[in-house]
């Protein structure tokens, strides 16, 4: 069972909530640095300090709790090393202070929410028809292999359901509704002549930025 927030909203705008928001900052933040130092919970309370505009340590609490409570235990991530430390209690400076890297849940976690990165799908499901599928849609057209993915994952955060490894199954129970939406959409698209699809383009992209 996977609990995470990163796709929890407000009931009433719809609008991810704060803890979404910090949560995928996190997962964003250890996926896209190659350099250990960014990769601990001081650096990356900085990093969410500054998006929200305060200062490091009243980010830490939420940081810590995520990391320590949610990422860790359910292998999102990883500690991949320690850091010699300087300052602070002996204990630490001997120790060292942890940096981590994403699991195979967490990159697929990382794509979902809107990072594209090199991915191969063979590698997050047992079944190689699928996988290969998932591959040649994501080389074919990223945007819907990603809307699709995206829709996988958060369905089954939502429902707190493990999202690996993917399987065909559920991979269409939850994604065969938008899929349909999209076909649909790409046949009244390929329906009208070209200057009729820029117009429709054109609506879509107003109504889209007013959300």
């Not at 990883?78 to 602070?88: A, D, T």
Request: aromatic share 8%; glycine share 6%; proline share 2%.
């Amino acid at each position: 069972m996977l609990e995470i927030s990163i796709f929890d909203t407000f009931k009433m705008s719809n609008q991810l909530t704060g803890k979404a928001k910090r949560q995928r900052k996190i997962i964003k933040i250890i996926g896209g640095s190659s350099v250990p130092d960014q990769r601990t919970k001081v650096e990356i309370s900085k990093k969410v300090g500054i998006e929200n505009e305060q200062s490091w340590k009243n980010s830490y609490s939420g940081v810590y709790e995520d990391i320590e409570k949610i990422f860790l235990p359910q292998r999102i991530i990883e500690e991949e090393g320690k850091i010699p430390v300087r300052r602070g209690p002996r204990l630490l400076q001997k120790e060292g202070t942890g940096y981590y890297k994403l699991t195979k849940i967490g990159k697929l976690l990382l794509f979902g929410i809107g990072d594209k990165i090199d991915i191969d799908f063979r590698e997050y499901t047992d079944e190689t028809n699928l996988g290969a599928d998932l591959n040649s849609l994501y080389e074919t057209n990223q945007e819907l292999c990603f809307l699709l993915i995206e829709n996988y994952i958060s369905m089954n955060c939502v429902n707190r359901e493990e999202i690996l490894p993917i399987k065909s199954k559920k991979f269409s129970q939850t994604s065969s509704q938008k899929l349909t939406c999209d076909l649909d959409f790409l046949r009244s698209m390929l329906a009208i002549s070209k200057e009729e699809q820029e117009k429709v383009l054109e609506i879509l992209s107003r109504i889209d930025s007013k959300h």
